[in-house]
């Protein structure tokens, strides 16, 4: 008796809300529409005012859901007419480069037009150029002395091969210079350059060419060698600059004092650096200078990396480029521009974290970051320390250490000093 009920009353039901669904004045959406339905036959059935609730009910969904799709649309749109506007931004921008700006490089470089143009970020197909023009070549390296250095390289790579199995004895005569420039430390960092971009690793189109790079470089400058992180500065510029020209370019800039400071691990000046850095800090940022200061978190452990790699490893590859730009425009000054920056713009979060936290996420800064919101919080920093410009504050440093440095030295030893000088 039970079963012949239940099967009766299934159909029954189907019928019942397919006529009911016909009846509406409107098209239910999804599992929404449910509120509309009546209760099964064997519960209370709705009285008029419940059924009238959940109409109106329903229809506050169906709105809700339209606004919704609405506000989506129009997000999309905004996001489209921006992608436009940029666009014709770096399409104008473009023209003005190659007919107004390159061809009259050193009369126009300086002219605050095209320093506006500049912090607005360079066109894609200019930036190798101007980055190039910027940075200069001072050290007066052509394409064919590339050549010679990159040949001396791959025959130290084959010879390296050769002789992979000298005894201890062996490898520990070799130089620091020497194991730094190893092939081994310059494949290891390679597989470990923009690993999401795919290009750089083994197989990749631009391994060998940044594997090139590297290696004559440690041949030019042995006295430095490789160090880690050089292979995000290479990269980037290969990205955008043709192999001889990316390593003129490369070597240049490696040769500017703060590079040279920092990847010749120079403790006492790169100190200096932190400690100019730490005056701007404390300025533009009082409070989440005070939070470091508490959690005992120094400069270092955020500066070193972002200097050794010109931002290319921490920030997003596009934003990154829009500091390397000006970093071009503006040399130094503009690398702790940006570190007070990201730091004024992440401020808030910051303060809620402690070392650790703090350490991990500047290490690796959010990949939707920005940079029209990086740029305005550097545009908000003040490079101003008593009206003193980081260049006067950071030479002030110096003379001090100098003082102090002549201060610690007994007499005995500038008397020995002078007759040196006298010989």
């Not at 609730?53 to 339209?66: I, L, P, S, T």
């Not at 799709?69 to 921006?82: D, G, Y």
């Not at 960092?189 to 391994?207: A, C, E, M, N, V």
């Not at 070597?251 to 691990?265: E, I, W």
Request: proline residues 4%; glycine residues 4%; contains cysteine.
């Amino acid at each position: 008796m039970g079963k012949d009920v239940g099967v009766s009353s299934c159909p029954t039901v189907i019928l019942t809300a397919a006529g009911r669904r016909r009846n509406l004045e409107f098209e239910p959406l999804s599992t929404t529409a449910l509120i509309l339905e009546d209760r099964p036959a064997n519960l209370p059935a709705k009285s008029v005012e419940e059924t009238l609730r959940h109409k109106m009910e329903y229809e506050e969904m169906v709105a809700g859901a339209k606004r919704r799709e609405m506000k989506e649309a129009q997000r999309k749109k905004r996001q489209m007419k921006e992608r436009h506007r940029r666009e014709d931004s770096i399409s104008n921008a473009m023209v003005i480069w190659n007919t107004e700006i390159l061809p009259h490089w050193d009369v126009m470089k300086g002219t605050r037009r095209v320093r506006e143009l500049w912090w607005q970020g360079l066109p894609p197909s200019v930036r190798g150029r101007v980055w190039s023009l910027a940075i200069g070549n001072e050290l007066n390296i052509t394409a064919e002395l590339y050549e010679i250095f990159l040949s001396r390289a791959k025959e130290k790579w084959r010879s390296y091969s050769e002789t992979s199995s000298v005894n201890d004895s062996e490898k520990e005569a070799v130089s620091a210079a020497d194991r730094e420039s190893s092939l081994d430390l310059i494949k290891l960092d390679i597989s470990r350059t923009f690993p999401s971009l795919f290009i750089f690793q083994k197989g990749g189109p631009y391994h060998d060419l940044l594997h090139s790079v590297l290696g004559a470089y440690t041949c030019y400058r042995p006295d430095i060698g490789y160090v880690q992180g050089m292979s995000f500065i290479a990269a980037v510029l290969i990205l955008n600059l043709e192999e001889a020209e990316a390593f003129i370019t490369f070597a240049n800039l490696l040769n500017k004092p703060c590079q040279m400071v920092f990847f010749r691990v120079d403790h006492e000046m790169m100190l200096k650096y932190f400690e100019a850095f730490e005056v701007f800090f404390q300025e533009n940022l009082p409070q989440l200078f005070s939070h470091f200061q508490s959690n005992n978190l120094t400069p270092d452990l955020y500066l070193i990396d972002w200097i050794f790699t010109l931002y290319s490893k921490s920030l997003p590859l596009d934003v990154a480029c829009r500091v390397w730009d000006v970093f071009c425009r503006d040399g130094e000054e503009s690398l702790f521009r940006t570190a007070l920056g990201i730091l004024r713009l992440f401020e808030d979060v910051l303060l809620q974290m402690d070392f650790i936290h703090i350490a991990q996420f500047l290490s690796r800064l959010p990949d939707d970051l920005q940079s029209h919101t990086l740029f305005t919080a550097m545009a908000n920093t003040q490079m101003l320390s008593k009206n003193r410009r980081w260049v006067q504050v950071f030479s002030t440093l110096m003379k001090n250490g100098n003082k102090e440095m002549e201060k610690n030295v007994s007499p005995s030893s500038r008397t020995l000093t002078l007759a040196d000088s006298r010989c």
